[in-house]
């Protein structure tokens, strides 16, 4: 599975971004799909999953303003992202979960929220 992120960049507080993690290669074993973060000097956290059945969960601290999708036609999966904060700023990874242990990464892209 090969994965590739896109939709980051720099918002006001406020603001609105819309990322997308393309996906190619054996996506039909994918049994989770989801979006993380790293801030700098802090650990990767989950931020948002989508099961294949589409069930989603989401981290407290963006609930109600972040939402997971996914396009099974395009093989595309967004993270809707409104109402940012500051705290919001990571680099952002998508990730893809088949039968443990195997899982894989995208390449990652820059949020900054700032005034």
């Known amino acids: 599975v090969q994965l590739q992120a896109s939709g980051g960049g720099s918002v006001q507080p406020g603001g609105s971004l819309r990322l997308s993690c393309a996906a190619s290669?054996?996506?039909?074993?994918?049994?989770?799909w989801g979006w993380y973060r790293q801030a700098p000097g802090k650990q990767r956290e989950l931020v948002a999953t989508?099961?294949?059945?589409?069930?989603?969960n989401y981290a407290d601290s963006v609930k109600g303003r972040f939402t997971i999708s996914r396009n099974n036609v395009k093989s595309t999966m967004y993270l809707q992202m409104n109402s940012l904060k500051p705290e919001d700023t990571a680099v952002y990874y998508c990730?893809?979960?088949?039968?443990?242990?195997?899982?894989?990464w995208g390449q990652g892209t820059q949020v900054t929220v700032s005034s």
């Open positions: 290669g054996s996506i039909f074993s994918v049994n989770v």
């Open positions: 989508i099961t294949k059945g589409g069930s989603s």
């Open positions: 990730n893809a979960e088949l039968t443990p242990p195997y899982e894989y």
